[in-house]
């Protein structure tokens, strides 16, 4: 199918919508909040195809204008130089235009669940989860997410074993889903009395969040424990059996929730990250199932990969998969992180752009 025949069926299927919400039989029905959705994602999509087809037809006319011997000399040369400005912004708009055709992740729009563990690297590698823990919290801020604490497993002087967060807002896993993998760190660690800079890591996942809609689970498929919570030097122990651990059989997916005093609630945040967790994996299934190209992209999700390098002794960072290096790790580590991911969802589009064309 050729690009203008992909274009008139998005243009007719938009003007289709239009009309069936405008009708009364569609107005009350339970399709209209469906149809409003899809109607709202074409509008932008719509009004860029208007736009260039507009700049299409307007170049035709200026060409034709100024190859004409009988026009007046001066409007030959206004029309030549609009021409040339018209062919300058074209191909910007049908990449635009294209990028806007690709197939949608359907979990860009999703919540998050935001997965950290600390890795090689003992209590260093700890601290460098609480540091990547704040990055995002800041980031969230900065974009006005919510940023909910699920789980956190600390250790004694500052440092995260393992945490565990729900982000919810606009587009937030289409930001997030980069930051699967490994993240290494390149410093002198403040309980290093030498001197010596230490290489360590930690664990990014991140999950988009999943809805009861989303990941159908049974009861007859969970195996549900509960015991009693415990916390670090005695602290935040539970007298009562609050703590949860639910099984997921079919998956063998394992998932214990302990830092609310409520088994209740427990059991709820413990159902989040399994549902989360299911989705997570049967997503990973299909794209394991696509092509060896499809898989080398940036937004792959490999959580043993190495995609990130932050060097504080040369206050720099870099990501791996695109090979970009920014001299401005204080204010990455505050939580600007919209430069890597913008270059990062570029590189993607590019990567996907390539295939389609």
Same mark, same amino acid.
């Given at each position: 199918?050729?690009?203008?025949?992909?274009?008139? =069926?998005?243009?007719?299927?938009?003007?289709?919508?239009? $009309? &069936?919400?405008?009708?009364?039989?569609?107005?009350?029905?339970?399709?209209?909040? +469906?149809?409003?959705?899809?109607?709202?994602?074409?509008?932008?999509?719509?009004?860029?195809?208007?736009?260039?087809?507009?700049?299409?037809?307007?170049?035709?006319? &200026?060409?034709?204008? $100024?190859?004409?011997?009988?026009?007046?000399?001066?409007?030959?040369?206004?029309a030549e130089a609009e021409l040339q400005d018209i062919k300058a912004r074209l191909p910007e708009m049908e990449r635009q235009l294209k990028v806007m055709l690709l197939p949608k992740d359907e979990a860009d729009s999703k919540n998050a669940i935001l997965e950290l563990r600390a890795g090689t690297g003992g209590e260093?590698?700890? &601290?460098? #989860? $609480?540091?990547?823990?704040?990055?995002?919290?800041?980031?969230?801020?900065?974009?006005?997410?919510?940023?909910?604490?699920?789980?956190?497993?600390?250790?004694?002087?500052?440092?995260?074993k393992e945490a565990a967060v729900s982000v919810s807002g606009r587009d937030v896993f289409a930001r997030l889903k980069y930051e699967s993998g490994v993240h290494r760190v390149q410093r002198v660690p403040e309980t290093e009395s030498s001197g010596r800079i230490h290489t360590s890591a930690a664990t990014v996942a991140v999950l988009p969040e999943a809805e009861e809609v989303d990941v159908q689970i049974a009861d007859k498929d969970l195996r549900i424990d509960v015991f009693r919570a415990s916390g670090p030097g005695g602290q935040s122990v539970n007298t009562t059996d609050s703590a949860v651990r639910i099984t997921h059989l079919p998956t063998g997916i394992v998932v214990s929730q302990q830092d609310e005093k409520s088994q209740h609630k427990n059991k709820a945040k413990a159902m989040r990250v399994l549902r989360s967790r299911i989705f997570d994996a049967e997503r990973a299934k299909v794209?394991?199932?696509?092509? $060896?190209?499809?898989?080398?992209?940036?937004?792959?999700?490999?959580?043993?990969?190495?995609? =990130?390098?932050?060097?504080?002794?040369?206050?720099?960072?870099?990501?791996?998969?695109?090979?970009?290096?920014?001299?401005?790790?204080? +204010?990455?580590?505050?939580?600007?992180?919209?430069?890597?991911?913008?270059? &990062?969802? #570029?590189?993607?589009q590019a990567a996907r752009l390539s295939e389609v064309n």
């Open positions: 199918m050729s690009l203008d025949e992909k274009l008139n =069926r998005v243009v007719a299927r938009f003007d289709e919508l239009g $009309a &069936l919400m405008a009708s009364p039989e569609t107005a009350g029905s339970a399709d209209f909040a +469906r149809m409003s959705k899809e109607y709202s994602d074409l509008s932008p999509v719509v009004e860029c195809i208007s736009q260039v087809r507009k700049a299409r037809e307007d170049m035709s006319e &200026l060409e034709a204008m $100024a190859a004409d011997p009988d026009s007046d000399a001066e409007m030959r040369e206004l260093e590698a700890a &601290l460098f #989860a $609480a540091n990547l823990f704040r990055m995002y919290q800041r980031y969230a801020e900065e974009r006005g997410w919510k940023f909910e604490l699920m789980h956190v497993s600390e250790t004694g002087i500052g440092g995260y794209d394991a199932e696509r092509s $060896a190209a499809r898989r080398g992209q940036v937004g792959s999700g490999d959580r043993s990969e190495r995609i =990130r390098t932050y060097n504080f002794p040369q206050g720099r960072v870099t990501d791996h998969r695109i090979n970009l290096t920014l001299h401005k790790l204080d +204010r990455v580590m505050d939580g600007d992180l919209d430069e890597i991911v913008d270059a &990062l969802t #570029a590189e993607d």
